[in-house]
């Protein structure tokens, strides 16, 4: 049997922690780091951003090239690294003159969170911490873009408890903004709570938004029918988004997120042009740039996968990318090549919780398949507890698969797979590992199911479990030639 996917019961030292003794839960950490940086310094998207609705007392007039680039960075929308640092270097020099301004610090903390998630350089969250909490000092009363700002930062975090506080507070103060939704969408949806995800996107939808807000909202439309499995639908809506876009970063967001699409349906040549498209409009688009690599390695254009992986890690500082490019040597028998960047997989980690990421869910993945399975089951039993959301479901079905507790880890894998228990969207990985627990349980037609499901929906959804795919479905062979019952 596959090491993969064969129970594994490995030795001690393996974590992606430095220090096993070290506690388990990320919130803790969170604290203790949160409450240093605000002691020391004061006495979690591209949802994070709010628009200036009227100009500062005494600030200049808005004109010329940087106030063009305020509005843009400000409105709700993606921008590009350049103008965000741009921004947040004026918002810098305006909190600076002016302590006292709750909205120069709320937009400067909301900044900082969308140039921290664009990066994956969990640095920025706390000081958009810092800079939203002066925000809430500076004025207490009524602050809602300070707080649907938290919630963003908390949704970045993924510490979705969180940011369901802060986003229900935000928009209760401001229901007809339409920048206060999708925090508390994604708020929900990392906690597992699907019916509250549908009702919030109605009143997001229901609102009258202007013409430039319009294609950003039917992004966000977009992401929630994929998470249903409404694939065509989300596609449509983010044509018509990018079709409407005003800026070419936010029009690159908007195609980037049509490859990502393109991808899962194993659509590789329509993937890889929408990323191509997206790069040329934003050369910094951060999904582009790993979509790009992974469709390159999908279509055996080694080289070509090896540099593109190597060019979005140097810009982008998030631990998945690290994890899929491991991974991608695994598959080529390049092991001493996937350690090195398993190791940068824990540097990555150790960044993140230093910025307050709870990244108990990779770090579960990661020992499921590459390390300790029985710390995986740990650690993402605990992540259940805390926000049981079908992302997690998956990790923690699998990480107890790979323990040899079958019978439980099916109905993870049930919760992540079936529609009438959460779980909508259409995720070949999702599919493979449910057939692969349902094999090990000798469930064979379920199992032949699952696993055509996750070949069918995209062929080459991981350059380790394709292969394993491939070869479950040969040992179990066609169904049994039964006659039809009368």
């Not at 992004?219 to 065509?232: K, Q």
């Not at 540097?347 to 770090?363: C, H, N, T, Y």
């Not at 029985?374 to 507890?385: D, M």
């Amino acid at each position: 049997m596959s090491a993969l996917h064969s129970p594994q019961r490995s030795g001690p030292g393996t974590s992606l922690v430095a220090d096993p003794s070290r506690p388990r839960r990320g919130r803790l950490v969170r604290r203790v780091l949160a409450a240093a940086v605000l002691g020391g310094v004061m006495a979690g998207g591209m949802w994070a951003l709010w628009p200036q609705d009227r100009p500062q007392r005494g600030a200049p007039p808005a004109s010329g090239p940087g106030a063009r680039r305020a509005a843009v960075v400000t409105a709700g929308v993606p921008a590009t690294l350049s103008d965000l640092t741009a921004y947040i270097g004026g918002q810098e020099a305006l909190v600076r003159a002016r302590p006292g301004d709750a909205r120069a610090w709320a937009g400067l903390g909301a900044a900082y969170v969308e140039r921290g998630r664009r990066t994956a350089d969990a640095a920025d969250y706390p000081r958009a911490e810092q800079a939203l909490r002066a925000s809430l000092k500076a004025r207490e009363e009524g602050n809602a873009e300070a707080l649907a700002a938290l919630a963003a930062l908390a949704d970045a975090r993924r510490d979705f408890p969180a940011a369901r506080r802060w986003g229900e507070e935000a928009l209760k103060l401001a229901p007809k903004r339409w920048t206060s939704y999708p925090p508390l969408i994604d708020a929900y949806d990392g906690l597992g709570d699907y019916q509250a995800v549908r009702r919030t996107l109605e009143k997001l939808t229901g609102l009258r938004t202007g013409a430039a807000a319009r294609p950003a909202v039917m992004a966000r439309t977009a992401a929630v029918y994929r998470d249903r499995g409404w694939r065509e639908d989300a596609t449509a809506q983010l044509s018509d988004a990018a079709a409407a876009a005003r800026s070419p970063a936010e029009q690159a967001a908007y195609l980037a997120a049509t490859g990502q699409l393109a991808w899962e349906r194993g659509d590789r040549e329509d993937a890889l042009r929408h990323f191509d498209a997206a790069l040329r409009l934003d050369p910094g688009q951060s999904v582009a740039l790993t979509g790009r690599a992974r469709t390159l390695a999908a279509l055996g254009r080694t080289t070509e996968a090896l540099t593109a992986y190597r060019t979005a890690l140097a810009r982008r500082h998030g631990p998945e990318d690290a994890l899929e490019l491991g991974e991608y040597y695994e598959s080529m028998g390049m092991e001493r090549q996937a350690q090195a960047q398993y190791e940068v997989l824990r540097a990555r980690v150790r960044e993140g919780v230093a910025g307050g990421v709870d990244e108990e869910l990779l770090i579960g993945r990661f020992e499921a398949d590459h390390g300790d399975p029985q710390e995986a089951v740990s650690r993402l039993r605990a992540e259940w507890e805390r926000q049981p959301g079908i992302e997690v479901a998956d990790a923690l079905g699998w990480a107890l698969h790979r323990t040899g507790e079958d019978e439980e880890a099916l109905r993870y894998a049930s919760v992540a797979t079936d529609r009438t228990k959460g779980g909508g969207v259409r995720s070949a990985l999702y599919s493979f590992h449910r057939g692969m627990i349902e094999r090990d349980l000798e469930l064979s037609a379920s199992a032949r199911r699952d696993l055509r499901e996750a070949l069918v929906t995209n062929p080459y959804f991981s350059p380790l479990r394709v292969p394993v795919a491939q070869e479950a479905l040969r040992e179990l062979g066609e169904p049994p030639d039964e006659p039809v019952p009368e």
